[in-house]
């Protein structure tokens, strides 16, 4: 059974850092492409960045430079570094297969930039 599960979110001030974790278990993680996704408070769900089998990534343009996905194939660990948070930044954040798999959304993490 594939299951994702993210985690590391909390409450962090205007250009802070934090490190988003997801863990994959059920899949041949080093195989597929997965990205990290968030959703805005009354805003629809959105690609933050993609990183593929082959480690191409690809970032939306409002984090371009400030953020930096990655991924541990020997853990079946995917990380989204976050880095001079932006208000604007502050959503749910979910991580999946890219193109996503609506079976597989999990509850995210919510994060939360504010002074």
């Known amino acids: 059974q594939v299951q994702l599960v993210e985690s590391g979110g909390g409450l962090v001030q205007p250009g802070g850092s934090l490190r988003l974790s997801c863990e994959v278990s059920?899949?041949?993680?080093?195989?597929?492409?997965m990205g990290w996704f968030r959703q805005a408070p009354g805003k629809q769900r959105e690609v933050v960045a993609v990183?593929?089998?082959?480690?191409?990534?690809n970032y939306a343009d409002v984090v371009k430079g400030r953020f930096t996905i990655s991924r541990d194939n020997t853990t079946n660990m995917m990380y989204l570094q976050m880095d001079r948070v932006k208000p604007e930044d502050t959503a749910v954040y979910y991580c999946?297969?890219?193109?996503?798999?609506?079976?597989?959304w999990g509850q995210g993490t919510l994060v939360t930039v504010s002074s």
């Open positions: 990183l593929t089998g082959s480690g191409d990534t």
């Open positions: 999946n297969a890219a193109p996503p798999d609506p079976d597989l």
């Open positions: 059920g899949i041949i993680f080093h195989f597929n492409a």
